[in-house]
């Protein structure tokens, strides 16, 4: 199909000259999109906003490999910026996408990922609404990079990191370290990719469904657990609240490959990023329907509460482990990690 629509079978520099190759790869583009793209080729979209107030935010990824297991960068671009949307309370509508793309990049790659971007967007209910292609020389970027903008609508109140308060739950929607592990185990060769899949998924269904059903006022605020891992997400909430975060090692949803895998890399789970974990912030009165809601859908079956916020007004984050035993968790100064995403 690729080469039937450009001509060529994989990306050259002319692809970005703006003469005719350029029009006939963003015919591609688009073709592949199809009915995740709204369809209208002017210089900027003219979009309806059905609300007073809106989210909007943006996001560059440049995932390493950019096509994995279950998965490839495509996937994660629209995620990333759907969940980061949804985090906050909003319902996600529109996504621009721009592309960087590699001379060289085979035309059947770029389909694969356009393909995985209209499938992903169709899943989480937005349209690609407007974008760009760049291409640059061999070596320039690592096969395609991506980014993508989005806007959402408010249509209850926002979910903020100010209404957090002591005595907060620390739910997890599903387990950490996968996605971190599948990608590392792909790149190094490790053996695990068969068996820790991806958790790469949009999460607007699964945080609508939750604020429809328990009622506002039961979350208070919702991070999605991405680049940093859970430790980053702890120390960030640590720091708003200005009180001390602890968490029960032990509780922890890890799956069993992936505690054998970042034993072997010497690295730990809570520093790993994850492309479909969420961790909520809850009034302990409604703990319990949250976990109900969460567990009733697909991306939350493993949900599970591993902590609290405290009383004690020192912005930490502490573990304790099987023992009943404290220890500070240090934020990490720099990556514990080689870039994934």
Same mark, same amino acid.
Do not use: W
């Given at each position: 199909?690729?080469?039937?629509?450009?001509?060529?079978? $994989?990306?050259?520099?002319?692809h970005g000259s703006g003469a005719k190759l350029s029009g006939e790869l963003i015919s591609f583009v688009v073709e592949t999109l199809g009915e995740a793209y709204i369809g209208e080729m002017e210089d900027s979209a003219m979009l309806s906003v059905p609300a007073g107030r809106i989210a909007m935010t943006t996001d560059s990824f440049v995932a390493d490999p950019p096509f994995f297991g279950n998965g490839d960068?495509?996937?994660?671009?629209? *995620?990333?910026?759907?969940?980061?949307?949804?985090?906050?309370?909003?319902?996600?509508?529109?996504?621009?996408?721009?592309?960087?793309?590699?001379?060289?990049?085979?035309?059947?790659?770029? =389909?694969?990922?356009c393909t995985?971007?209209? $499938?992903?967007?169709?899943?989480a209910g937005v349209q690609i609404v407007c974008g760009d292609t760049k291409v640059v020389?061999?070596? $320039?970027?690592?096969?395609?990079?991506?980014?993508?903008?989005?806007?959402?609508?408010f249509e209850r109140e926002p979910l903020r990191m100010r209404d957090v !308060?002591?005595?907060?739950?620390?739910?997890?929607?599903?387990?950490?370290?996968? @996605?971190?592990? @599948?990608?590392?185990?792909?790149? $190094?060769?490790?053996?695990?990719?068969? !068996?820790?899949?991806?958790? *790469?998924?949009?999460?607007?269904?699964?945080?609508?469904?939750?604020?429809?059903?328990v009622?506002?006022?039961?979350? @208070?605020?919702?991070?999605?657990?991405?680049?940093?891992?859970?430790?980053?997400?702890? @120390?960030?909430?640590?720091?708003?609240?200005? =009180?001390?975060v602890r968490f029960e090692q032990q509780r922890l949803p890890i799956q069993f490959e992936t505690v054998m895998a970042t034993d072997m890399l010497g690295i730990n789970a809570i520093h790993a990023a994850n492309e479909g974990c969420l961790c909520l912030f809850v009034d302990p009165a409604a703990e319990q329907d949250v976990l109900a809601v969460l567990r009733s859908h697909k991306y939350g079956v493993e949900a599970t509460t591993i902590g609290e916020v405290t009383e004690d007004p020192e912005p930490l984050v502490l573990m304790r482990d099987e023992g009943g035993r404290d220890s500070v968790v240090e934020e990490l100064e720099g990556a514990e990690l080689p870039r994934l995403c």
């Open positions: 199909m690729a080469s039937s629509v450009t001509g060529l079978d $994989e990306v050259v520099l002319d960068i495509g996937k994660i671009s629209v *995620c990333g910026t759907v969940n980061d949307l949804a985090v906050v309370g909003a319902r996600p509508l529109y996504l621009t996408l721009g592309m960087i793309l590699e001379t060289g990049l085979p035309m059947a790659r770029l =389909h694969q990922v995985s971007i209209r $499938e992903t967007a169709i899943e020389r061999k070596g $320039e970027v690592d096969q395609i990079y991506l980014n993508t903008a989005g806007i959402g609508v !308060r002591p005595g907060d739950r620390v739910v997890l929607s599903g387990p950490i370290g996968n @996605h971190t592990v @599948h990608l590392l185990s792909i790149r $190094e060769g490790l053996g695990f990719e068969q !068996r820790v899949l991806s958790d *790469c998924a949009p999460l607007n269904g699964l945080m609508d469904t939750l604020l429809t059903t009622g506002e006022g039961a979350v @208070h605020s919702v991070r999605d657990v991405t680049r940093g891992g859970l430790a980053a997400v702890l @120390h960030e909430y640590a720091r708003a609240s200005g =009180h001390t």
